[in-house]
């Protein structure tokens, strides 16, 4: 309600601004209110005060606007501003009588501020974009876009004759020369179009040597890039009808003893590294499951499934007690037939699941959105009795064709450039395209569930009595289902420490209960061990750790009451996972001793590598994963001490987000996310939880409240959001209610956490061919990657977040009509 008065009354609010400090401010502000109700006069008051208190923030603009941003002291303390901040700045503290915060927010909102520009933007959808070129900071990246070329492309430009038709020949100039096409430089006066046929006489060739080339070589038009307003790049392919050995001979051989003085053309090779590089960094953290299934007999089964360390939780929940996967049974033959029957290019559904344990074997039980509003009897009792299990899930389940060629992404560097490129060139081996020939469809499976949510389903009154008719929901035991493949995703080790194969005997103290165990390998800063029963340890419990065999061999090392912390207990809950709980200025006799004895002992100790099952499926399974992203992953890249929104992903499905953007015509090489998430919340919400988080750390979770009104030109008049970092919805809504009435309203949770290192190895090649030929631009690559500092994932969940308020369902429905009406629209 604040924020519609203060919007109401805006030209009213800009002039009281304009008094703060003025001795006769009360008597101004009452005459100018007079007319108005007392809750607003109470709202603007406020506001009043709220610019009125004095602020110690440093002002910033580097980066921000376009003007050339200097050093400017004020009482002592060094700001940065250019010299329009700076003359708004002297103007403001002279009237105001001092640094408020209506000076702070007059000068982070200057003319030539980027943000701004965005902001007042006020074209039509069609060319905002346009208008926007100069604030859009944030670059798109086309996962899997990148492009192998089959052989090497020089940087040559010769004086050559184009015959576009019998009776009309044109002087133009060639910008790259390959054996197989080439890059003209046209002049715009000229119209080619994709596919026609062109003559090329290469006068500038021919002044040197003997060709043997009468009436030149005949090429196809293949694209036509706009440039500038003199000219335009034409690619071309060669048709080869001239059948000339001998020319292509000395091409070949020419190209291959001028490249280093010419350079190599590394367009392609630059874009993929950029590409690889971002998906290095996002899939690894991703939280969601790919699940591929394959199709033996008419049937679909879940075979292969690739995990990472952020996503293995999902593979270990569906694993019972005989370690075996429980997904052939929950996302059945009924569930895929029907998600398969959407017209959708994805197809999505929401499932809840639980657990029930009877003589130490686990049973599944599970529903889908659509299951439990066709069954309305069920309803309340599954969610009401199913969420009081500590194993109660919500995962969203994401459907969509994958195809076993995708596994086959050669890298962007022709084979002839090296015989080491050549072997790295080749497609999967033959057992890999034996294991992945029947793979039809990828299932991307994400925890979107909060205990919130939970809490919310808790509070639903069902019948107890009913409680046997869930069994309608629950999954016989399979004697033999079908293998499903675990297969880790292979990638830079990126720990900090390395761990060691070391089986020693270790006793815990917990909760004055004594366990029996041994350590499965250990580095200094942890141990996994494996206990002699199950134990009732949770992630996050401090336990002590005695070291009886290891205490034998030092004296300067007391090995007992070491505190450790639990990070991760298996599904059996035998095996643990211990981190040193270190405290600050406090020794941990743990990390010293572990230290000492790995120094000593290097070569001794063998240390613990995960070496793939079938070399060559990771890799594989990467690939068709990647040709097939359906989220939106983002990456925070961090500037001085702040953090911004670098760059978006684009994969094969796009998400809302893209097709938000792209409505106003904001997803080309560069875009905007200001609107959807801005600066301020990024700041203020995002980066006080993530600043000090480091790569080990599970990502974190944010909700993303989108007010979307497709009825205005510009995105940022079109979107209102909100991001919070609780999952309690309950202060947001009205502003949900007001989305509902009248706009469209998105509900996004944002998975985000740090990253480390960017994974040079997997770059590796391609930057040592650019390298060679442009050592400065291999470095800027290198740059642009490290400049990453975290990793984000946007993902839908609207239907599941609405099930949490309590609205009339004919508003829900309308809503959601008009939101399929306006996506189909566009998509």
């Known amino acids: 309600m604040a924020e519609d008065t203060l919007l109401k009354h805006k030209s009213l609010v800009a002039e009281l601004k304009a008094y703060l400090g003025d001795p006769n401010f009360e008597k101004l502000f009452k005459a100018k209110t007079a007319n108005l109700t007392k809750p607003e006069q109470f709202i603007i008051k406020m506001e009043m005060s709220r610019l009125s208190q004095p602020v110690a923030r440093f002002i910033d603009l580097r980066g921000h606007v376009t003007g050339q941003v200097k050093p400017y002291i004020y009482q002592g303390k060094q700001h940065f501003m250019d010299d329009n901040a700076i003359a708004v700045f002297e103007e403001l503290v002279a009237r105001h009588g001092g640094y408020i915060l209506a000076v702070y927010e007059a000068v982070m909102n200057t003319d030539n501020n980027y943000r701004v520009m965005q902001q007042n933007t006020v074209a039509l959808k069609n060319s905002s974009a ?9 670059q798109v990246i086309k996962f899997a876009s990148y492009e192998s070329r089959c052989e090497e492309r020089m940087n040559y430009s010769i004086k050559i004759m184009v015959e576009l038709d019998k009776d009309n020949h044109v002087a133009a100039n060639t910008s790259d020369i390959s054996l197989s096409g080439a890059k003209i430089k046209l002049s715009n006066n000229y119209q080619v179009k994709r596919g026609q046929l062109l003559g090329l006489k290469l ?5 040197e040597f003997d060709l043997g080339l009468k009436n030149g070589i005949q090429c196809e038009v293949v694209a036509v890039e706009k440039s500038t307003a003199d000219y335009n790049y034409v690619r071309l392919k060669r048709t080869f009808i001239e059948n000339n050995q001998q020319f292509d001979e000395f091409l070949k051989s020419f190209i291959h003893g001028n490249k280093r003085r010419y350079k190599v053309n590394l367009d392609n090779t630059l874009d993929a590294v950029v590409s690889k590089g971002y998906e290095q960094f996002y899939i690894p953290r991703v939280t969601s499951l790919f699940v591929f299934f394959s199709q033996q007999e008419n049937k679909l089964y879940p075979s292969l499934a690739l995990t990472t360390e952020n996503n293995v939780f999902i593979q270990r929940y569906f694993t019972d007690e005989r370690k075996l996967s429980s997904l052939y049974s929950i996302i059945n033959q009924q569930r895929l037939a029907y998600l398969l029957n959407s ?4 197809k999505e559904e929401y499932i809840y699941t639980f657990t029930h344990i009877v003589a130490g074997k686990v049973y599944f039980y599970s529903a889908t959105r659509t299951e439990l509003d066709k069954q309305p009897q069920y309803k309340n009792l599954f969610l009401g009795f199913g969420s009081q299990k500590d194993s109660w899930q919500c995962f969203k389940l994401q459907l969509m064709p994958s195809h076993p060629e995708d596994s086959y992404i050669p890298l962007s560097l022709p084979s002839s450039a090296s015989k080491e490129i050549e072997k790295l060139n080749k497609p999967p081996i033959p057992r890999v395209q034996g294991m992945i020939k029947n793979v039809k469809y990828l299932l991307v499976l994400t925890a979107v569930g909060t205990a919130a949510e939970q809490q919310h389903y808790q509070q639903l009154n069902y019948d107890k009595q009913q409680v046997n008719q869930l069994k309608n929901f629950g999954h016989n035991k399979h004697k033999t289902p079908p293998k499903l493949e675990s297969v880790d995703l292979e990638y830079v080790n990126l720990r900090a420490h390395k761990r060691y194969l070391y089986k020693t005997a270790i006793t815990i103290n917990y909760n004055d209960n004594v366990i029996t165990a041994h350590s499965r390998d250990f580095s200094v800063m942890g141990l996994q061990i494996e206990c002699d029963q199950p134990v009732n340890l949770t992630k996050g419990d401090i336990i002590k750790l005695s070291l009886p065999e290891l205490q034998k061999i030092t004296k300067k090392h007391l090995l007992s009451d070491l505190k450790y912390e639990v990070m991760a207990v298996s599904k059996s809950m035998t095996t643990v996972n211990l981190k040193a709980h270190h405290i600050e200025n406090n020794k941990h006799l743990g990390i010293e001793f572990f230290t000492l004895l790995i120094d000593n002992n290097k070569d001794k100790l063998k240390v ?13 399974l990467r690939n068709m994963v990647t040709k097939s992203i359906c989220q939106c992953p983002f990456y925070l890249h961090k500037e001085a001490a702040h953090f911004k929104v670098g760059a978006i992903g684009q ?8 097709v938000i953007l792209q409505s106003f015509g904001l997803l080309n090489e560069q875009t905007s996310l200001t609107a959807i998430l801005s600066t301020e919340q990024i700041s203020e919400v995002i980066t006080p939880l993530i600043k000090d988080k480091n790569r080990q750390d599970a990502p974190l979770p944010f909700t993303l409240f989108i007010r979307f009104d497709p009825r205005k030109s510009t995105i940022s008049e079109a979107i209102t959001s909100r991001c919070i970092a609780t999952d309690d919805y309950k202060p947001h809504t009205l502003f949900v209610k007001k989305a509902l009435k009248t706009d469209l309203l998105f509900v996004m949770r944002l998975f985000i956490s740090r990253t480390g290192r960017p994974d040079i ?3 590796a090649n391609e930057l040592k061919y650019v390298s060679l030929y442009a050592m400065h631009k291999a470095k800027d690559l290198e740059e642009a990657l490290w400049a990453v500092a975290g990793v984000g994932d946007i993902i839908d969940i609207t239907d599941e977040a609405l099930n949490h308020f309590d609205f009339d369902e004919k508003l829900l429905a309308e809503m959601k009509k008009r939101k399929q009406l306006w996506l189909k629209r566009l998509v």
Request: hydrophobic letters at 35%; one cysteine or more; glycine letters at 8%.
């Open 130 to 138: 346009a208008e926007l070129n100069n604030s859009l900071d944030t």
């Open 203 to 207: 006068i500038g060739l021919e002044q």
């Open 608 to 620: 613990c590598e995960e070496s793939p099952k079938t070399p060559g499926l990771s890799t594989a």
């Open 761 to 763: 190895d997997y770059l």
């Open 651 to 658: 994969g094969l499905y796009p998400s809302a987000l893209h």
């Open 343 to 346: 017209a959708a290019p994805v």
